[in-house]
């Protein structure tokens, strides 16, 4: 089985979405990271979808996703096109999955929403920004434009990131085609609105809201997924969220920078007892 793709207008924007699973499966909503599109999810969907309905967007000005006309890319815009979003689906009770900017929309949508939430994995992110976020905003800033061929833009995403690199080719190569298209002359260009790049370059990332209250009072079951040479989120910070969370788990996955793939044995271990306890 393979993903189904949909468009949803949502918010006056059109997104896409990938769907995994059947339709009456118990959902599992994820969010992506600055650098990702929908399909940073496909290697953990297909291990679950044979019994969990994987729903996963593209994030505004990402991926196939609409372009912001205002430049309007904080994270309660993202997180209020996921409200949208769940609501257009009817989804009740939903496990929620964010990766890096994934997750801070994740916990922003639970400080109205987490008494939706049936499980929440929050995948190498914390309320408090540290040095990687910066990293990652100047490494697309200074990113090449455009590639001659698929392959040296391939080239180019495994020299910036490890956790790509250590990817099977196959892998690569379809999280590849999440991010960039070919355009009428034939190079390969990103799909990510480049005002929002230009946006977060000039005043860097958005300021995050105030979200330590906000995981003190998440009711569900959640994971706190931590890459131990991760730059992003820190040992101090990735423990110090399992403490405020009412039923916080620290997954550490040793040896990997950000993000973890959640297809790492420990992270797929945590995952089966989580969505286990939401069906």
């Known amino acids: ?71 309007a890319y904080q994270y309660a815009d993202q997180a209020g096109d996921l409200a949208a979003l769940v609501d257009a689906l009817t989804l009740d009770r939903f496990t929620l999955i964010g990766t890096s900017m994934g997750g801070i929309i994740a916990m922003t949508y639970a400080a109205s929403h987490a008494h939706r939430l049936t499980g929440l994995v929050l995948n190498d992110i914390g309320p408090d920004a540290e040095g990687g976020s910066q990293r990652i905003t100047s490494m697309v800033g200074a990113r090449p434009d455009k590639f001659a061929t698929l392959d040296d833009a391939i080239a180019w995403r495994r020299q910036a990131s ?84 009412p039923r916080g788990e620290l997954v550490t996955v040793p040896g990997v920078a950000h993000a973890p793939t959640l297809v790492e044995p420990v992270v797929l271990a945590a995952l089966e007892r989580l969505l286990s306890r939401s069906t």
């Open 162 to 245: 490890p956790v790509t690199a250590s990817r099977p080719p196959e892998d690569q190569r379809e999280l590849a085609l999440g991010v960039l298209r070919q355009d009428t002359s034939g190079t390969w260009v990103w799909k990510m609105d480049p005002a929002y790049i230009q946006q977060r370059v000039t005043q860097g990332p958005p300021r995050r809201p105030d979200l330590w209250p906000v995981l003190a009072k998440v009711p569900c079951p959640t994971l706190v997924v931590w890459g131990t040479i991760s730059d992003v989120l820190s040992e101090a910070q990735a423990r110090r969220m399992v403490d405020v969370l």
């Open 1 to 71: 089985m393979e993903s189904r793709s949909t468009t949803l207008a949502i918010n006056g924007l059109r997104v896409r979405c990938l769907e995994w699973g059947g339709a009456s499966a118990p959902p599992v909503v994820c969010v992506h990271g600055y650098t990702s599109s929908a399909e940073a999810f496909n290697a953990p969907a297909r291990r679950f979808q044979d019994r969990f309905r994987f729903i996963v967007p593209d994030v505004r000005g990402h991926g196939e996703s609409a372009w912001s006309a205002d430049g």
